[in-house]
């Protein structure tokens, strides 16, 4: 009998994650991580090639308190994770400005809508409205897949979700309505191909002239 | 006899900045606090009037220790501040990619390049080099004006300085080379006016086909 929620399939190479919280914690929030790592890695490869300048952005944190154990020493001695009010990553490729978040699940049959913050969503919707590529990267751990999932797509399921439709995006879906990204050494995650092949040639900017 | 610095005049509406480090220990590196809320303030009303997408990157922040005083909570106990890798704030606008952070300086006479990070105008070079706006809004607390910047002002002053050339550029070259920002109520720094008016009739996006 095959287990529902099998454990994720990494690559070998797969960096371990360095930060908090520690294993025992473990939940939602930072499932993302080692996904997280290889964007990151292959944004890396993107500036030093001059392909495109993309980052991640801080994660933004509330401080509540700071002392000063010398005058130009400033050690934050309580502070919170916040809420992110937009998506994590943004940057420019080829003159277009590029926006989008990280999602991984270890489901093998959808990605939970809920895995996806409503902010998150309205974020992506103004960048597009405004000229801009939004997208999520989806990573599927069972199947080790990488998805680039259009904003568009993204937002179809989630507007039905409002009007009662399943709470979650299948993986079927991914396969007939988004865009698999290949996984190499480097770089690690092109996302970039998948603009250029499936995006790009069909992309009406609105803004410029 | 004129003072040569004397303090800032500054709009009777100023909000008060609110965040640490406490009045005491001000420095550098908070002088241009005030002027971020402005510009967040135009970047909110941008928002709203659906004109423009633009955000302040988090500040980043270095976490060493976190503590778990309840299972979904993290309560962080030690960090520090990071010196930024980029530009505080990026976005969209009219489908172009904006990119530019803030300086404020009390001198009558010029803004010292120290005042600007090596690795931020790096920074702009690969948003230009890539099809981007980059500029700075810089704000000349004595005069109470500000200045939209362009990147290659800014870099002609920057490679000079690295020549044996002066380390800052004069309040003059504002005058002549930069463009005042008007301020007012709503919006109240407009510097996409200034990209209006200025920047885009003869914006060449390298990028776009």
Redesign the interface.
């Known amino acids: 009998m095959a287990l529902k929620y099998p454990g994720p399939k990494r690559p070998i190479n797969h960096p371990i994650p360095k930060?908090?919280?520690p294993k025992k914690?473990i939940?939602k929030s930072n499932m993302g991580q080692t996904l997280e790592d290889d964007v990151s890695i292959t944004n890396d490869f993107y500036?030093e090639t001059?392909r495109?300048?993309v980052?991640k952005?801080?994660?933004?944190?509330q401080?509540v308190h700071?002392n000063?154990p010398a005058?130009?020493?400033?050690?934050?001695?309580?502070?919170?994770?916040?809420v992110?009010?937009?998506t994590d990553f943004?940057?420019?490729?080829?003159?277009?400005?590029i926006?989008f978040d990280c999602k991984e699940t270890q489901s093998k049959t959808s990605i939970p809508l809920s895995n996806i913050h409503p902010h998150q969503i309205e974020?992506l919707r103004?960048?597009t409205?405004?000229?801009?590529i939004g997208f999520l990267i989806v990573y599927f751990a069972y199947y080790n897949e990488h998805y680039y999932l259009p904003f568009e797509v993204l937002n179809k399921y989630y507007l039905a979700s409002l009007e009662g439709e399943r709470k979650s995006i299948p993986y079927q879906v991914f396969k007939d309505e988004a865009y698999r990204i290949p996984f190499s050494y480097n770089p690690r995650l092109d996302y970039l191909s998948v603009i250029d092949n499936h995006i790009?040639p069909t992309f009406n900017?609105?803004?410029?002239?």
Chains 1, 2 share one sequence.
Do not use: C
Request: aromatic share 12%; net charge positive.
């Open positions: 930060k908090e919280p914690l939940n500036l001059k495109a300048v980052y952005k801080p994660t933004p944190i401080i700071v000063y005058r130009n020493k400033a050690k934050i001695t309580e502070a919170y994770y916040k992110p009010s937009t943004n940057g420019i490729y080829k003159g277009f400005y926006d974020h103004r960048i409205a405004a000229g801009g790009l900017i609105k803004g410029h002239k």
